[in-house]
């Protein structure tokens, strides 16, 4: 498939990065022309992906998340979220809902999320190597409706 356009960011996994990540990954596929559903969608997951980045991969240190974003000719959108941090032992334990390795406050509800807004979720993860979360969604925009 080709490829119309792609981005690619570094940020720091700071929690402050976060609103940044989705908003800039929103702008970037907004040029697409997706329904404001489609575009809050694409930014729910991304939110979902970088905070686990945070919270997860770098629990008690600051790394990198490496994002990119390829928009192709078939309208739609792959966006790659990855780090360089722990990695997740069992990819299928930790993208059942409802299962947390931190507890307290968190719902274990971060891929689900992910699964529910975009048409396709991939996980690739390597213990102490980091983890590539691929969302795909397609984008039928504003004139499919």
Same mark, same amino acid.
């Given at each position: ?12 996994? *700071? ?43 770098? *629990? ?11 928009? $192709? ?61 691929? $969302?795909?969604?397609?984008? *039928? ?5």
């Amino acid at each position: 498939m080709k490829t119309l356009n792609e981005m690619r960011i570094r940020l720091e996994s *700071r929690s402050v990065n976060e609103s940044f990540a989705r908003v800039a990954v929103g702008a970037f596929c907004s040029q697409s022309d997706p329904t404001v559903e489609e575009i809050n969608d694409i930014k729910t997951a991304v939110s979902e992906a970088v905070t686990n980045c945070i919270v997860h991969a770098y *629990r008690n240190s600051v790394g990198y998340i490496y994002i990119s974003v390829k928009l $192709l000719e078939d309208s739609s959108a792959v966006i790659k979220i990855r780090d360089r941090g722990c990695g997740i032992e069992n990819i299928n334990e930790a993208m059942t809902p409802l299962f947390t390795t931190l507890g307290g406050e968190r719902s274990g509800l971060g891929f689900s999320v992910m699964e529910t807004f975009c048409d396709s979720v991939r996980v690739r993860s390597s213990k102490g190597r980091g983890t590539t979360v691929t $969302l795909i969604k397609k984008i *039928r925009g504003k004139n499919s409706y």
